[in-house]
Nanobody, 124 residues
Framework: QVQLVESGGGSVQSGGSLRLSCAAS????????LGWFRQAPGKEREGVAAIDSDGRTTYAGSVKGRFTISQDNAKNTLYLQMNSLKPEDTAMYYCAARPGSGLVAPLAILFGYWGQGTQVTVSS
């Protein structure tokens, strides 16, 4: 049974930083893709970044240069380092996983395993 548990959310001022973590368990696929998504109230879920088992990464244009996705395989943990945060980054952030290789993109329809989310609030 795959479980994804996010942590690290909180409230920061504009320009601040946060690092989100996603602890994975029960995930034994050797080839996989992991992603971060976010959803603000009244808006659709948006893909933020993705990384695959080879370390290839992709980012949404709105976060490129500010956010960094990474993984620690020894700890089975996915990270999202968020710098230069803006009020428009305010959202619930979710991590997600899918088995297999292929397209490395944060497209929600491709991901079958989801965490419960962690809230990020950026004030101006």
């Amino acid at each position: 049974q795959v479980q994804l548990v996010e942590s690290g959310g909180g409230s920061v001022q504009s320009g601040g930083s946060l690092r989100l973590s996603c602890a994975a368990s029960g995930y034994t696929y050797s080839r996989y893709c992991l992603g971060w998504f976010r959803q603000a109230p009244g808006k659709e879920r948006e893909g933020v970044a993705a990384i695959d088992s080879d370390g290839r990464t992709t980012y949404a244009g709105s976060v490129k240069g500010r956010f960094t996705i990474s993984q620690d395989n020894a700890k089975n943990t996915l990270y999202l380092q968020m710098n230069s945060l803006k009020p428009e980054d305010t959202a619930m952030y979710y991590c997600a996983a899918r088995p297999g290789s292929g397209l490395v993109a944060p497209l929600a329809i491709l991901f079958g395993y989801w965490g419960q989310g962690t809230q990020v609030t950026v004030s101006s």
